[in-house]
């Protein structure tokens, strides 16, 4: 009986700390540098978080190793719900077929699903000074001056970097990547003309494309981006069939409380609703999703498989 009532009062303590959640600072850790998609992503709901549950939440940019170092380091940490982490294409569906064994973590084991947040267009993009008019005159050139053009992106690994080596192989050309810390100065080289041309997400590059400093030529999509409605996508110019985009979504450590896991779920979804909350994502471009954990669990496995054919065909490798 002595050993019941204390499992029992272990049981009601457990469900009170849960039932209190959350009584202190959440960290949202950003495997990447600042400028980019992900702190835009990240920053909405780390600011709208902190209104619907009534504690900070912080962003914490670590950016290295293709995002691997903070997912390394989040997976150590307690799984109590006060370290979260911004997962994305890269760290969870490319990663390991980059990094292979070497890879200091487990996409499927070592994180638990929060939700996928939301699906963020990749633009293929160039200096509005650039002579390319057209996703044709890019490729013409390429094909005519192999390794020619330089394209940035935001880190080997990237999404960026990703989605311009399958643009590549799909088209049939050759183009020379420019890894730089992050999209921030990445964009500062393209608008000057040190590099030619970027496949970045769109938040990061709507601003200077607002601004006209920057000329989209194609999105990934297999849709034409709302925001950008008269550019039109990769499928419609002639390379059928393709697709990709970058997404964005909340994990927590593995070993996380359930309770405490829908708790996070379900503060995100009203942040995603929010009209005020969204804003930003919205204007930029973003699709907002909402998911529920085992719907983003399986998105994940499902992108995982996608990838791999990429990989297979594009023979996709790390500089």
């Known amino acids: 009986m002595k050993k019941i009532g204390v499992a029992l009062l272990g049981l009601l303590f457990a469900n009170s700390a849960i039932a209190a959640y959350p009584e202190k600072s959440i960290r949202l850790v950003v495997p990447f540098a600042t400028g980019g998609t992900s702190e835009i992503v990240a920053r909405s709901i780390a600011n709208g978080l902190t209104t619907e549950l009534g504690q900070s939440v912080y962003v914490e940019n670590k950016p ?8 390394a380091e989040v997976k150590r940490a307690n799984p109590d719900g006060y370290t979260l982490i911004l997962g994305h294409v890269g760290t969870l569906a490319v990663n390991q077929l980059l990094f292979g064994k070497k890879l200091p973590y487990d996409p499927n084991k070592d994180f638990v699903a929060v939700t996928l947040v939301a699906k963020v267009p990749n633009v293929i993009a160039v200096s509005s000074k650039s002579p390319y008019k057209t996703i044709a005159d890019l490729i013409a050139d390429a094909k005519a001056n192999p390794k020619k053009i330089n394209y940035g992106s935001a880190g080997n690994g990237s999404a960026g970097h990703l989605a311009m080596e399958y643009f590549a192989s799909e088209a049939g050309i050759e183009l020379t990547h420019v890894p730089y810390k992050g999209s921030g100065n990445m964009l500062t080289d393209l608008m000057g003309g040190q590099i030619q041309a970027t496949f970045n997400g769109l938040p990061s590059l709507i ?11 194609a999105v990934g999509p297999l849709k034409r981006s709302a925001a950008l409605p008269n550019v039109p996508t990769l499928d419609e110019s002639g390379l059928k069939g393709f697709e990709t985009s970058q997404w964005y979504g909340i994990l927590a450590p593995a070993g996380t409380p359930t309770d ?3 708790r996070l779920q379900k503060a995100i979804v009203k942040v995603l609703k929010s009209p005020e909350q969204s804003k930003r994502m919205l204007d930029d471009g973003a699709v907002l999703i909402g998911d529920t954990p085992q719907e983003f669990t399986a998105f994940i496995k ?14 996709i490798k790390i500089d």
């Open 260 to 262: 405490v896991v829908d």
């Open 64 to 71: 290295g190793g293709a995002g691997n170092i903070a997912m």
């Open 302 to 315: 499902t992108e995982q498989d996608r990838w791999a054919k990429v990989f297979e065909k594009a023979q």
């Open 207 to 217: 601003g200077q494309i607002k601004g006209d400093t920057l000329r989209p030529l």
